[in-house]
């Protein structure tokens, strides 16, 4: 027993933050293992949902005997008779139970059971006069006494990084943060699902590597103590699937966690999970094809619906979705005709428009940036947020990739794009480099920028540039932000809402 805890300061030193509410909860605990109860058993076997019940009430007898397992979240107590409800994963329930139904020794452990604990009840079905679906308890059992109070009802827990702290209690207090993470699981699978059926291979690749490649982004490092060795968390598994390619997987995809070392905000945290595939003989254009159709798949499947209502705006996410070109939106925002102008009128156009200044701000110097790194900036800055329903932008500058194709029509494009909506970036793809020597090329450029100082710059990673010497066929490839798509289907405004356990300050 715990008889030393009832003394709040004997108890402060194993639970720095308790209070005279937990002291009477551990009375309360003791006195059950005092009458020969153990208030946390091993198992309650054969229960049914309380969604299950409800639902075919109509067809089930006044007779049939249910047992259903949950939290109490609701408890009142009048002399002979008390009723509760009980929350399990699937919904809620109202108890009754009387001291005539299970006896005066049963009835005597109501008084040492409070909102909070987790039971086991069995019984029979009825309605009360109220009309509501109710289970009358015929025996209890206590399946794990809880010491701490609940949040306060009606409030639940307002602070957000409380919330994010002490999620399994917003669970508990929240029902739709609980439904958020279900549908997560259900969108997840959905996705596979959509996936092996149109024959895609799913793989692992490594978290752990001795190089990063596949992403601009700073890594996180560690160290492999057996090995003496410093090694990379993963930032995307590009290079990898693309080995995987080579080796005759022609069609190819993976969930991965990736960790990327740099800033959180809404949509951006340094721990992430992504989606990526790619296909042989197939390029961009494939791809946006894929993406739309996989993402109306998944919120039909999850929502029964390709429309969602994101702060306070319509969003229908079926396919087809629009395509803009990126140096289309350029000029239609800024008046700027960047696909045609070189590099010296585009900074004249800017300063006379006095354009980018907040771009500037942040380190952006418009005379030594490339023409591509201009048209990114000016696109981020006054394009992004327009894109509000599902958009595909299409045909970025050549510099803003090099594990990309030249496009087949404009020499200083390449054939990527980035799906939008509501102003938030969904994903990235490309029709797939396989010209080897230019791949070569490429990332001996990154690796330079990268021992230039520059970061976010990868590597050079010559087991994957063997394996494209040795030939990987015409391919799309795309890249979509699981957590992004989750705060879509759910509502959520921020990714820390989607995350279950994202990181808190100590």
Known sequence: MYKNYTEINALKEIMPDANEVIVEKIK???LLIERGINPYPYSYNNVTHSSFIIDNFNTVSGEDTFRVAGRIMFLRRMGNATFLNIKDQSGNIQIFVSKSNIGIEKYSLIKLIDVGDLIGVQGTVFKTKTEEITLRMAD???LSKAIRPLPEKFHGIQDIDLRQ????????????VKERFINRSKAISALREFMNEKEFIEVATPILDTKYGG???KPFTTKVNSMNTEVYMNVSPELYLKRLMVGGIERVYTIARSFRNEGIDKTHYPEFTLFECYMAYVD??????????????VFNKVNETSKVVYDGTEIDFKAPWKREKMCD???NHTGIDVEVLGKEIIVDSIKEKGLLKTSQDEGLNIIEASKGELIIALFDEYCVQDLIQPTFVIDFPMDSSPLCKIHRDNPELIERFEPYAYGIELGNAYSELN??????????????KLRAGLATASPMDEEFAVAIDTGMPPAGGLGIG???MIMFLTGATSIKEVIAFPLVKR
């Open 28 to 30: 309360k605990l003791n």
């Open 140 to 142: 209890l059992t206590i």
């Open 165 to 176: 702290r002490h999620r399994s209690l917003d669970m508990i207090m929240n029902n739709d």
């Open 215 to 217: 992403g601009e982004a």
């Open 284 to 297: 961009y254009n494939d791809m946006m094809n894929l993406m739309e159709n996989l993402f109306e798949y």
């Open 329 to 331: 939106l350029v000029r």
């Open 435 to 448: 010209d080897s020597l230019r791949q070569r090329v490429l990332l001996n450029e990154q690796a330079n």
């Open 482 to 484: 699981i957590d992004r």
